[in-house]
C-alpha cells in the first residue's frame, strides 16, 4: 500500500490526497506535524525521507518521491485509471500551465517556511504577513479566473483534473487567512463542484486523523 507523509493543512499534501482519492487508490497516511515540537519534519528519520524537510512524501513499494506536482505526474502514469490529465497534448499541457500558476506562482511564496521568515528573520508584523499572502494569492487568482472564463465544470473540461488538485487546496488557504474572495466567480464555481466529489471531501483538511 502506498504510504503518504503529510499535515492535514498542507497544501501540498491536500494536493497529494485528492489525487490519491480521485485515482481510487488506497494509501496509509503518516501525519509529519509541521510545528509541534519545533516541526516533525526536521527529525532524523523523516530527513533521511525527505532531505528538503517538507511534505508531502509517498512511498509506492520501492519508490519514494518528494513534490506534489512529481508525485501527481508519477500516479498518472503509474496508475492510469481515473486520469487527472487530459488526452490530449494541448489539453494536458493547459492543465499543467493552469496547476502551475499555484503550485509555482503562489503556493512557494506563501508556505509556512516562507511566512515565518519574512516575520521572524525580517521584523515585519503579522500584518504584513497576511498583505504578503493576499498579495500573491491575488495575482495568481486573477490569472487563473480570466484563463477559466470559458464556463466549463471544472478547470478543464467536465471531469476534474491536476489543475482542480492544485487549486482547491489554494483556495482553503484563502479562506483560512479571511480572505475575501468573492472576486473570483469562477474559481468559486470549481470549487463548489470539485468540493461536491467525494475524492475532493475526504482529502478536506478538516477530515484528516490529525486535524485534532
Not at 525527505?50 to 513534490?67: C, K
Not at 484563463?147 to 483534473?161: E, L, N, Q, R
Not at 470549481?190 to 461536491?196: M, Q, V
Not at 471531501?201 to 486535524?211: I, L, M, S, V
Amino acid at each position: 500500500m502506498i504510504q503518504l507523509y503529510g499535515y492535514f493543512q498542507s497544501s501540498a499534501a491536500y494536493r497529494a490526497r485528492i489525487a490519491l482519492n480521485l485515482k481510487e487508490l488506497d494509501y496509509e497516511l503518516v501525519a509529519i506535524h509541521l510545528t509541534k515540537d519545533g516541526g516533525h519534519q526536521f527529525t532524523e528519520a523523516y530527513t533521511k525521507l525527505n532531505p528538503q524537510q517538507l511534505v508531502p512524501a509517498i512511498i509506492d513499494g520501492d519508490v519514494t518521491l518528494t513534490q506534489s506536482m512529481a508525485i501527481m505526474e508519477y500516479l498518472e502514469e503509474a496508475y492510469p485509471g481515473h486520469p487527472i490529465l487530459p488526452a490530449d497534448p494541448a489539453g494536458r499541457a493547459r492543465v499543467r500551465s493552469l496547476s502551475q500558476i499555484v503550485a509555482c506562482d503562489i503556493h512557494p511564496l506563501n508556505n509556512l517556511r516562507v511566512r515565518k521568515y519574512i516575520v521572524e528573520d525580517f521584523g515585519l508584523t503579522q500584518d504584513h504577513g497576511q498583505t504578503w499572502q493576499e498579495h500573491w494569492i491575488n495575482k495568481g487568482f486573477a490569472a487563473y479566473e480570466k484563463m477559466v472564463a470559458g464556463g466549463a465544470a471544472f478547470s478543464h473540461g467536465d471531469t476534474p483534473t491536476m489543475a482542480d488538485i492544485c487549486l482547491i487546496p489554494q483556495m482553503f488557504n484563502a479562506r483560512r487567512i479571511n480572505m475575501d474572495i468573492s472576486a473570483y466567480p469562477n474559481l468559486l464555481r470549481i470549487e463548489e463542484a470539485c468540493n461536491a466529489l467525494p475524492a475532493f471531501e475526504r482529502a478536506h483538511p478538516t477530515n484528516q486523523p490529525d486535524a485534532g
